[in-house]
């Protein structure tokens, strides 16, 4: 079991961007200090005045809807795009903003926040869970949801391109609330004992990372590359995965959707991926204007 190794020919970080840099984070941490009222009105702003500075993240959306959204003209895919980057520019500023907020001030800001019952469910089978959410709203308050359970949890993800990120990133987490970084495949068995052991695991599901456990799986009618490395643990620890996402809601604040656990079994992972794709897609498709992945997943690593 390996959840990183070459499969695809694409360079690693090609889902990065120039701006994912420590200095834009602090720029922007600067503006998250401002009252929410004050950032909900200024982010969109904020969004459309450097609206030219961002081609090619802004082509990337562009592609993404046209898959969602196949019979749009150019004009509503162009307005939709902004529309995107808008959102963006709030959950960006949220993130910097609550994740130095302890999680029992965050119930006011994220409606569902007590209600997790699937995952309480999941957990009361004596295991853990891996919890799985993607670039959809606020993910990091998805992850952050968590901690109210009562278990350790361990956010997976890959290392950023600056080091630094990292640090403002992490900085404030709970103790109970720890991530792991995808920098060799021996994590794979820490994740798994830590799954015996009764933790939550959460990946994110929307982002292949170009190795050989990336499979392609049906998404919008075409195919696209998924990491099939959070069942791959799943199905070792004989644990169910648990899809949640945190979205932005009309009124400006979030909701937390938890839906039903996906059972995995040993040798039929990847038909669990495809059921969680399924769900994700109908996310994608709910809230398209709050997916926020600048490349064109389609075309990844291909």
């Known amino acids: 079991m390996t959840l990183t190794s070459a499969r695809r020919p694409a360079p690693a970080g090609w889902h990065a961007h120039p701006y994912n840099q420590a200095r834009y984070y602090r720029a922007a941490a600067l503006a998250a200090r401002l009252p929410r009222r004050a950032r909900l009105w200024l982010a ?13 993240e802004r082509t990337g959306v562009r592609r ?7 019979d749009r003209r150019p004009a509503w895919l162009e307005a939709a795009t902004d529309r995107v980057l808008a959102n963006f520019a709030v959950c960006f500023g949220d993130l910097l903003a609550l994740n130095h907020r302890p999680p029992s001030r965050l119930g006011r800001v994220v ?24 670039h959809l709203g606020n993910w990091d308050l998805a992850g952050r949801a968590l ?28 103790p109970r609330l720890a991530v792991t970084r995808l920098s060799s495949p021996l994590v794979a ?32 009618g075409h ?17 169910p995965v648990v899809p949640a996402f945190c979205v932005l809601e009309p009124s400006g604040g979030y909701r937390l959707h938890v839906e039903p656990a996906v059972p995995v079994a040993r040798g039929a992972e990847r038909e669990a991926l495809r059921r969680a794709v399924a769900v994700l897609e109908r996310y994608v498709r709910a809230h398209w204007d709050q997916w926020f992945n600048f490349y064109d997943v389609w075309g990844a690593g291909r």
């Open 44 to 56: 969109p702003r904020i969004a459309a005045a450097v609206r030219g500075r961002f081609p090619a």
């Open 189 to 220: 068995v820490e994740l798994v004992a830590a799954l015996r052991r009764g933790e939550i695991v959460a990946f994110q599901l929307d982002r292949a990372v170009g190795g050989r456990a990336d499979v392609d799986a049906p998404f919008f």
């Open 223 to 239: 195919p696209a590359a998924f990491p099939l490395g959070p069942f791959l643990v799943a199905a070792a620890a004989a644990v």
């Open 64 to 70: 993404n809807l046209a898959r969602i959204h196949p």
């Open 111 to 134: 409606a569902g926040w007590d209600d997790q019952a699937p995952t309480r469910a999941a957990l009361a089978r004596g295991g853990g869970c891996v919890s799985l959410t993607a």
């Open 147 to 174: 901690a109210i359970l009562g278990r350790p949890v361990r956010v997976v993800m890959a290392p950023e391109t600056d080091p630094a990120v990292e640090g403002l990133l992490e900085r404030g987490r709970t």
